[in-house]
């Protein structure tokens, strides 16, 4: 059902009179967290939920925040294309690309060690430009 454009109307501005602050966020940062290890065997729910929180850690305390999202992928192990259910993406994003530059061999060390502990063959960092933003609310806006 919709809303009468009277109260949505009412609603848009009362949104706007709290004076939100766009930052953009013009490069995007995103580890995988595998399910699998490098022969297609599932990881333990607790290992990959372990290492799912450890990136999000990482990657917040790199850039102020990241968000895990479920991201169900394919991989080829041993010739065999493999559907990996349980993957999830922790992402996270930054003004600038040379702010992702300043954290690089931080994050590299990381995905370097969570590979390691996952039995991984190889770790994957995604990175890219983007049009992405972030608006801040003042406090005691509207609930």
């Known amino acids: 059902m919709l809303c009468p454009v009277a109260i949505v109307g009412t609603w848009y501005h009362e949104i ?11 490069y995007l940062v995103a ?6 290890d490098r022969r297609g065997h599932q990881l333990s729910e607790d290992k990959a ?5 450890l990136a999000q850690r990482e990657l917040t305390e790199c850039f102020g925040g990241a968000t895990a999202v479920p991201a169900p992928g394919t991989n080829i192990v041993g010739g065999r294309i493999l559907y990996e259910a349980g993957q999830v993406l922790v992402v996270s994003a930054c003004d600038r690309r040379d702010e992702f530059l300043a954290q690089r061999d931080r994050i590299e060390v990381f995905v370097r060690r969570m590979g390691e502990e996952l039995d ?9 430009d983007s049009d ?9 806006g509207r609930s």
């Open 16 to 26: 706007m009179a709290a004076s939100p602050r766009r930052r953009d966020k013009r």
């Open 31 to 36: 580890i995988p967290a595998r399910y699998l």
């Open 49 to 53: 939920q372990r290492w799912v929180t």
């Open 120 to 128: 991984q063959d190889a770790v994957f960092v995604l990175t890219f």
């Open 132 to 140: 992405s933003f972030l608006i801040e609310l003042e406090e005691g």
